[in-house]
């Protein structure tokens, strides 16, 4: 059977956990040759070849921060000497503000929140594709980009992660305008999955994870949303990302963002 994904190398940052590893397996049972891990945490990346059914050797898992371009250099260097390609870059990492808003932060707190998250998740963004994209213009290859509901809708996220993930919303406009026609660039804007999702360590809460409000809830459909049963599942969530990623099926999109959020655009009031 043809994956959509086939022969493909694919480059994911945060691929350790969440919806940046749920990825990963879909990659690999699409039929990508080879998928590149980079992250700060690469534990849970030991089971993935095997959950996949492939050899371990099509994982390549690498310890780095996406604040560090040596760090990232040296992984596209890793990758391209292990796979000898990159087709598809996922500049995924990031974390969150737990929804600390205006009022119950203080203009210190704020400081912090802002340079620690807007570093993970805007300025890693930005060093993945610097020091990646040379590979992709080698390869014809594309980026897809992790998005949030909280890039379009307000109560996502604090003012800290909205604009984050705003931010990444004038990143794939601008890099599908500068990389173009070359290399596709896209996003997949998620709802909320649960996931092990952290908050910045400078106002402590690099332990805090996002699994602990889903943990709240009691397993009843979520009516706020118009698909009422839309998953928290990461893998459910992998689909608009195959699609993006795949050169058969996505080859005249670029600058577009999948909503994948379960309706939160369409539920009215
Ligand atoms: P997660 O914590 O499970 O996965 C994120 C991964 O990024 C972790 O493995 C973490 O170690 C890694 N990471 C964090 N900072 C890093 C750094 N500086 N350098 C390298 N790696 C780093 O969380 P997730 O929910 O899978 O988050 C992935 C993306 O999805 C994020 O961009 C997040 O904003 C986005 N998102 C998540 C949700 C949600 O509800 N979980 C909703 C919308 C968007």
């Given at each position: 059977?043809?994956?959509?994904?086939?022969?493909?190398?694919?480059?994911?940052?945060?691929?350790?956990?969440?919806?940046?590893?749920?990825?990963?397996?879909?990659?690999?049972?699409?039929?990508?040759?080879?998928?590149?891990?980079?992250?700060?945490?690469?534990?849970?990346?030991?089971?993935?070849?095997?959950?996949?059914?492939?050899?371990?050797?099509?994982?390549?898992?690498?310890?780095?921060?996406?604040?560090?371009?040596?760090?990232?250099?040296?992984?596209?260097?890793?990758?391209?000497?292990?796979?000898?390609?990159?087709?598809?870059?996922?500049?995924?990492?990031?974390i969150w503000d737990f929804n600390r808003?205006?009022?119950?932060?203080?203009?210190?707190e704020?400081?912090?929140i802002?340079?620690e998250l807007?570093?993970?998740?805007?300025?890693?963004?930005?060093?993945?594709?610097?020091?990646?994209?040379?590979?992709?213009?080698?390869?014809?290859?594309?980026?897809?980009?992790?998005?949030?509901?909280?890039?379009?809708?307000?109560?996502?996220g604090g003012?800290?992660y909205?604009?984050?993930?705003?931010?990444?919303?004038?990143?794939?406009?601008?890099?599908?305008?500068?990389?173009?026609?070359?290399?596709?660039?896209?996003?997949?804007?998620?709802?909320?999955?649960?996931t092990d999702l952290r908050g910045p360590e400078s106002i402590g809460m690099g332990e805090r994870s996002i699994e602990q409000s889903f943990a709240k809830?009691?397993?009843?459909?979520?009516?706020?949303?118009?698909?009422?049963?839309?998953?928290?599942?990461?893998?459910?969530?992998?689909?608009?990302?195959?699609?993006?990623?795949?050169?058969?099926?996505?080859?005249?999109?670029?600058?577009?963002?999948?909503?994948?959020?379960?309706?939160?655009?369409?539920?009215?009031?």
């Open positions: 059977m043809i994956g959509w994904l086939d022969g493909d190398v694919a480059f994911i940052t945060g691929g350790g956990s969440g919806i940046g590893r749920a990825v990963a397996l879909r990659f690999l049972q699409e039929g990508a040759h080879g998928v590149v891990i980079f992250d700060r945490s690469i534990e849970g990346v030991a089971t993935l070849a095997d959950e996949a059914g492939v050899v371990p050797d099509r994982v390549l898992a690498l310890t780095g921060d996406v604040r560090s371009t040596v760090d990232l250099e040296a992984a596209v260097a890793a990758a391209l000497d292990r796979f000898g390609a990159i087709d598809v870059l996922v500049p995924n990492a990031g808003s205006i009022h119950r932060t203080t203009s210190a704020m400081a912090a802002c340079d807007f570093d993970i998740n805007v300025k890693g963004c930005v060093l993945t594709v610097s020091a990646a994209w040379r590979a992709l213009v080698d390869s014809g290859g594309c980026i897809v980009m992790t998005l949030s509901n909280a890039a379009f809708y307000p109560a996502g003012p800290a909205t604009a984050s993930k705003h931010a990444i919303r004038g990143l794939v406009t601008q890099l599908a305008y500068e990389l173009a026609p070359k290399v596709r660039v896209n996003g997949v804007a998620i709802g909320g999955l649960r809830r009691t397993g009843e459909p979520n009516m706020w949303l118009p698909l009422h049963d839309a998953s928290s599942d990461p893998a459910d969530s992998t689909g608009p990302f195959v699609l993006l990623a795949s050169r058969r099926n996505a080859s005249v999109i670029t600058g577009a963002i999948i909503n994948a959020d379960g309706g939160i655009g369409v539920r009215g009031f």
